[in-house]
C-alpha cells in the first residue's frame, strides 16, 4: 500500500515511485537468498564493473562541471578541473590494462 499523505501534506509522485524502489530492494535481496550466488563474487564483480564505468563517468563530470551552460556561477576551478582529470587518468591507467587483460 502506497501512503497518501501525511502530516505535511499530500505525498508527491516521485515520493510514491521511490517508495515503490525502496520496497523493491529488500525483496531483490530476499530472492537471491534463494540463487545459489556467492555474496562475496557478486561484490567482487560489482566493485569491478563499478571501476570500469567510472571512467567515462568521471570525464563527463569533469568536461560537464568546466561548462558555463550547464552548471553557471558554480563552474569548476581549473585547479580543481586538473585534479579531477588526474583521478580520471589514474581510473584509466588501472582499468585498461584490467579489461585488456579479459581479451587476452
Known amino acids: 500500500m502506497i501512503a497518501t499523505g ?5 505525498i508527491s509522485p516521485r515520493l510514491q515511485r521511490n517508495s515503490r524502489v ?3 530492494g529488500p525483496a531483490v535481496g530476499i530472492g537471491l537468498n534463494a540463487v545459489a550466488i ?3 563474487k557478486a561484490l ?3 566493485a569491478l564493473i ?3 564505468v567510472a571512467v567515462p563517468n568521471m570525464a563527463l563530470n569533469t568536461v ?3 561548462r558555463r551552460a550547464v552548471v553557471g556561477e558554480f563552474r569548476l576551478p581549473r585547479r580543481l578541473t586538473a585534479l579531477g582529470w588526474a583521478a580520471t587518468g ?3 591507467l588501472i582499468a585498461v590494462p ?3 587483460t579479459w581479451f587476452a
Not at 6 to 10: A, E, L, S
Open 50 to 52: 563499478n571501476g570500469v
Open 98 to 100: 584490467m579489461v585488456w
Open 22 to 24: 525502496s520496497r523493491a
Open 6 to 10: 501525511g502530516p505535511t501534506g499530500p
Open 38 to 40: 556467492d555474496p562475496i
Open 90 to 92: 589514474f581510473m584509466a
Open 64 to 66: 560537464l562541471s568546466r
Open 44 to 46: 567482487f564483480w560489482s
